[in-house]
């Protein structure tokens, strides 16, 4: 298996540009807590294989996750991860919600209502914004209101980019609800179709993503925003790509939204500037 730092830098992620301004031993931490989720997610999203054979994969992953508490796990990053986590005292729940998010992923190809949508986005970013903030430290327990706020924000963006991917694998993550609300039937999306009640929809999503990252800023105190410039970095990363969905007029089906390397290190590099000057 591929160490944690080569898994973080080959995944060309937002995270690896937000987080490796860190010192060394905060950025090694970061990278195994990183290469267990992308790991874990990996299991999901392999095409072609029976969801029966994932849940099973899924099942034996979360075994190994238990014995790597104790250093018993086969797989070296699960030891690795086990250490960090008694290394920065991460609280367990988060992980295994983690794996919960996953097995949601293979239950549910579509979301009747956006509290559904919500508790999904909780399980499968939050969960992960509360593993990290722990990595960075904090004074105040508004940041965990921090994460979990930010952590929607993010999984929203990457829903709204990726509509055309996902519904070419079956899956549509828009709430039923808002389909409905715009009149956009979900064979309009599965087609494909660019149209006024399109983007309606998208600017209504849009919005509800934009209103996550005000409440994840608004969340957190000044004195975290030094040790949270990692996590902020990535907010702004995250909130550049809402904004070219924005400037596309919503058109994800044939623009290509995303956000530079280029972008992603001058982000990165402008925010870690400004919180090190001003602390």
């Known amino acids: 298996m591929d160490s944690a730092k080569e898994i973080s830098k080959e995944s060309k992620s937002s995270f690896y540009y937000a987080f490796n301004l860190l010192p060394h031993e905060k950025r090694d931490a970061m990278n195994t807590v990183y290469a267990f989720c992308r790991k874990t997610d990996d299991i999901v999203d392999i095409?072609?294989?029976?969801?029966?054979?994932?849940?099973?994969?899924?099942?034996k992953w979360r075994i190994e996750l238990e014995k790597a508490f104790k250093g018993h796990s086969d797989y070296q990053l699960l030891n690795k991860l086990g250490k960090t986590i008694n290394q920065f005292n991460i609280p367990l729940d988060p992980f295994f919600e983690l794996l919960k998010g996953m097995?949601?992923?293979?239950?549910?190809?579509?979301?009747?209502?956006?509290?559904?949508?919500?508790?999904?986005?909780?399980?499968v970013a939050s969960t992960v914004g509360l593993m990290c903030i722990e990595i960075f430290g904090y004074k105040h327990k508004s940041a965990k209101d921090f994460a979990v706020d930010l952590g929607i924000a993010l999984q929203l963006t990457n829903i709204l980019r990726d509509v055309k991917k996902d519904?070419?694998?079956?899956?549509i993550y828009l709430p039923q609800e808002d389909l409905m609300k715009f009149q956009y039937s979900e064979s309009d999306l599965l087609n494909q179709t660019y149209n006024e009640s399109f983007k309606s929809?998208?600017?209504?999503?849009?919005?509800?993503?934009?209103?996550?990252?005000?409440?994840?800023?608004?969340?957190?105190?000044?004195?975290?925003?030094y040790s949270m410039f990692a996590a902020r970095a990535m907010q702004h990363i995250y909130h550049k790509m809402l904004e070219k969905i924005v400037n596309a007029n919503y058109d994800v089906y044939h623009k290509n939204i995303r956000v530079s390397k280029f972008e992603k290190v001058g982000i990165a590099i402008g925010v870690w500037a400004k919180y090190s000057l001003v602390y």
Do not use: I, W
């Open 103 to 123: 097995e949601m992923d293979l239950q549910n190809k579509r979301y009747l209502t956006f509290d559904d949508l919500r508790l999904y986005c909780y399980r």
């Open 47 to 59: 095409e072609n294989e029976p969801d029966d054979l994932k849940y099973e994969k899924l099942h």
């Open 201 to 225: 929809l998208m600017r209504y999503e849009v919005n509800r993503a934009d209103n996550y990252f005000s409440r994840a800023t608004q969340d957190l105190n000044l004195d975290d925003k």
């Open 167 to 171: 519904a070419e694998n079956g899956r």
